[in-house]
């Protein structure tokens, strides 16, 4: 499923990243309902039971042991879901919760896409209920989010933040000074094909409607200051006067403020910053289906010219400075390869024959060479 952003990248990085919340009004194109529903299922289907990221949730949590039974499998004991009892929670409202979802084609696809966008890495979840009941109270989350509605709708109410950009220990629910707000700011009924995106700090309470709901609440994860600095401690250990046991406030304060200002030169060094953003770059993973019949077959012809390509990149800024970085790779570009990747950048997806349009005849040989490469250093992923 292709997003159709209704705002250019840009100004959604000026006028609304990290500062409030968008509609993408009808940004999908869903699929029919069957689909969907089918798709869904086999999403929780093959989801772990007893895995402590999947879970059902009525206000508070529901006990594995009311929706989960072990069993002697050939005298290996495994678990399964007791679908009877997982119906009879939905159908009283709960609401059932599978985060960190990842490995699953239909549900990647769409974090991709949100994750060029944002320009950061992604964690999804899944929130699926038939009831009229909040799975959680009013509370603000630690990352970005964007949630799409896939299946019917849900109503989403939101307060502006009240303790700026809050890191991943610094959640709602652990910090019981900070006062909910008594209003709202924005109220919007998510309806399928809806896109709505929450910056972190946010309150927000999205509760169902006594409808059919399924969502995807995608978070996405930049590289902050904390970040940084956790990555610069790795230095402290070159700074003389940190490395001196303490001995008391007076005699140590000097070397202190010494070493102080040589830290504060390392965290304002641009070469430091440099470095950090690409080994955070470097430490992201996107999933992706194999394609052995392509890049593992050493009797195969290559990419067919119908094949559509499509990056498999998280952050494509990298290109203008001549290279890339992705699942832990760094590749250096020259000036075709820098064409090419941006093409396909520029149209999301893109048919190898389209692709090959823009180039010389005499260049095709060349072209096909870089594109099976990319491929194969999962830079690229190709829709057979």
């Known amino acids: ?16 990243r990290y500062r409030k919340p968008y509609l993408f009004k009808q940004a999908l194109n869903l699929p029919d309902k069957q689909t969907l529903w089918r798709e869904i299922n086999e999403i929780y289907q093959r989801a772990n ?16 042991e009311q929706y989960v039974e072990a069993f002697d499998n050939v005298g290996k004991t495994r678990y399964r879901f007791n679908k009877a009892a997982v119906y009879e929670h939905l159908k009283n409202g ?30 999804v979840s899944g929130y699926l ?90 978070g996405t994860f930049p590289p902050n200051g904390h970040n940084y600095m956790e990555w610069l401690m790795n230095k402290v250990p070159d700074i003389v006067g940190f490395r001196h046991n303490l001995q008391g406030w007076e005699h ?22 440099e470095a950090f953003m690409q080994e955070f770059l470097g430490e992201q993973r996107t999933d992706s289906r194999f394609a052995f019949e392509i890049f593992g077959n050493p009797y195969s012809d290559g990419l067919p010219d119908d094949a559509m390509l499509r990056l498999n990149v998280v952050d494509t800024s990298t290109i203008e400075k001549g290279y890339l ?13 820098k064409k090419i990747l941006e093409l396909i950048d520029k149209n999301a997806t ?25 491929g194969k250093l999962d830079f690229l992923k190709a829709i057979l």
């Open 1 to 16: 499923m292709e997003i159709k952003f209704n705002i250019e990248q840009e100004e959604f990085y000026r006028d609304y």
């Open 49 to 64: 039971p007893i895995d402590d990221s999947f879970k059902f949730r009525k206000g508070r949590l529901i006990p594995k």
């Open 94 to 123: 709960a609401t059932l919760v599978y985060n960190r979802i990842n490995n699953e084609p239909f549900s990647d696809g769409i974090a991709h896409q949100i994750a060029q966008f944002a320009r950061a890495q992604t964690i």
């Open 129 to 218: 209920a038939f009831g009229e009941d909040a799975s959680y109270k009013n509370h603000w989350d630690t990352r970005d989010v964007f949630a799409v509605q896939l299946v019917g709708k849900k109503h989403w109410s939101l307060s502006a933040p009240n303790f700026e950009m809050p890191l991943y220990m610094q959640q709602s629910k652990d910090l019981p000074h900070i006062p909910e707000p008594e209003t709202a700011d924005m109220e919007v009924v998510l309806e399928a094909g809806d896109i709505l995106y929450i910056p972190r700090g946010w309150w927000h309470n999205p509760v169902p409607m006594g409808c059919e709901t399924f969502h995807l609440s995608i």
């Open 252 to 273: 140590d304060k000097g070397r202190l403020k010494t070493a102080a200002e040589e830290f504060a030169a390392q965290i304002a060094d641009p070469d430091n910053y």
């Open 325 to 337: 970085i992705a699942n832990g790779v760094k590749i250096s570009i020259d000036e075709t390869g």
């Open 350 to 374: 893109l048919s190898f024959k389209s692709l090959l349009t823009d180039f010389n005849k005499d260049q095709y040989e060349k072209i096909r060479e870089l594109v099976h490469q990319l």
